[in-house]
């Protein structure tokens, strides 16, 4: 799907670690990116356009064993972020997308609401650090675009109003997926999606009660092949917008089109 909106050629590479948190995943992610850079041909560099991370989960429950808070978390995927950009370049996306917990059928009231609210907290600060990358990126550029222009110093105001530590590598945040009818419709027919009912007037969205396939495996808290297709699909059409958006800038500050050109994630 990625591949046909982008109209490129791309290569997938999945890394795995059960249970991982962003910790483990640092720990454990990185020496195989280290090994597929080594592993590629020499006379062909390998280019990443993009580094999804799935994460956030397990974190939480570090969190209320070992006291982390939502600010920590923040750090780490920053600290993780920085590591994959020095392997593969400023210019490769980081992305850090929503968990979509609500899917979640495990947990009965009024734990259900406790689990989305903590859930929610950690997405959060994957979108802030996106939010506090875009703001630095976007000031780089029209520093750039002024001779002379004196660096801007960002602050980062949940931390006393210290110099901000987010560096100018690209680092997105993909939001959960809503279910609609035309979600649906990629995965039932057409007339099983009509008879959806909304979840309010003027809505498309769907309630999770009303589709006539689950999201979920039999332990009610990880997506089955439906969910993961439904999210995966969400995350490539994020994503694709991202990198589309990220050509046209690099060229209008170039001022340059190449008709070959080709994009790798």
């Given at each position: 799907?990625l591949?046909?909106t982008l109209?490129?050629?791309?290569e997938?590479v999945?890394?795995?670690?059960?249970g991982?948190?962003v910790?483990?995943?640092?720990?454990?992610?990185?020496?195989?990116?280290k090994?597929l850079?080594?592993a590629s041909d020499?006379?062909r560099?390998a280019?990443v356009?993009?580094?999804?991370?799935m994460c956030?989960?397990?974190?939480w429950?570090?969190?209320?064993?070992?006291?982390?808070?939502p600010?920590?978390f923040?750090?780490?995927?920053?600290?993780?972020?920085a590591v994959?950009?020095?392997e593969?370049g400023?210019?490769?996306?980081v992305?850090?997308p929503?968990i979509?917990?609500y899917?979640?059928?495990?947990?009965?009231?009024?734990?259900?609401?406790f689990?989305?609210?903590?859930?929610d907290?950690?997405?959060?600060?994957k979108e802030k650090l996106?939010a506090?990358?875009?703001?630095l990126r976007?000031r780089m550029?029209?520093?750039?675009?002024?001779?002379?222009r004196?660096?801007?110093?960002?602050?980062?105001?949940?931390?006393g109003?210290?110099?901000?530590?987010?560096?100018?590598?690209m680092?997105?945040f993909?939001?959960?997926?809503?279910?609609?009818?035309?979600?649906?419709?990629?995965?039932v027919?057409?007339?099983?999606?009509?008879?959806?009912?909304h979840?309010?007037?003027?809505?498309?969205?769907i309630?999770?009660?009303?589709?006539?396939?689950?999201?979920m495996?039999?332990?009610g808290?990880?997506p089955n092949?439906?969910?993961y297709?439904i999210w995966?699909d969400?995350?490539?059409?994020?994503?694709?917008?991202?990198?589309?958006?990220?050509h046209r800038l690099s060229?209008a500050?170039t001022g340059?089109?190449?008709d070959?050109?080709?994009k790798?994630v």
């Amino acid at each position: 799907m990625l591949a046909d909106t982008l109209n490129v050629d791309i290569e997938w590479v999945a890394f795995g670690k059960v249970g991982g948190n962003v910790q483990t995943l640092h720990e454990t992610l990185i020496p195989k990116v280290k090994d597929l850079v080594k592993a590629s041909d020499d006379s062909r560099p390998a280019k990443v356009d993009a580094v999804v991370v799935m994460c956030g989960l397990n974190d939480w429950k570090v969190a209320l064993l070992n006291g982390q808070t939502p600010t920590d978390f923040r750090k780490k995927l920053e600290s993780l972020a920085a590591v994959l950009h020095a392997e593969f370049g400023q210019d490769c996306h980081v992305v850090f997308p929503a968990i979509p917990v609500y899917w979640t059928t495990a947990f009965p009231q009024p734990m259900r609401a406790f689990v989305l609210k903590l859930c929610d907290v950690w997405d959060v600060q994957k979108e802030k650090l996106a939010a506090q990358s875009r703001l630095l990126r976007e000031r780089m550029r029209i520093q750039s675009l002024v001779p002379g222009r004196a660096a801007l110093e960002e602050t980062d105001p949940e931390d006393g109003g210290a110099a901000a530590s987010t560096p100018a590598g690209m680092i997105d945040f993909v939001t959960v997926p809503r279910i609609t009818a035309e979600t649906v419709r990629h995965r039932v027919s057409g007339i099983q999606a009509s008879m959806l009912s909304h979840e309010g007037p003027g809505d498309d969205e769907i309630a999770l009660s009303d589709l006539p396939f689950s999201l979920m495996a039999a332990d009610g808290v990880h997506p089955n092949e439906d969910g993961y297709h439904i999210w995966a699909d969400h995350i490539g059409n994020q994503l694709s917008t991202i990198l589309k958006c990220d050509h046209r800038l690099s060229v209008a500050d170039t001022g340059d089109l190449d008709d070959g050109e080709e994009k790798s994630v």
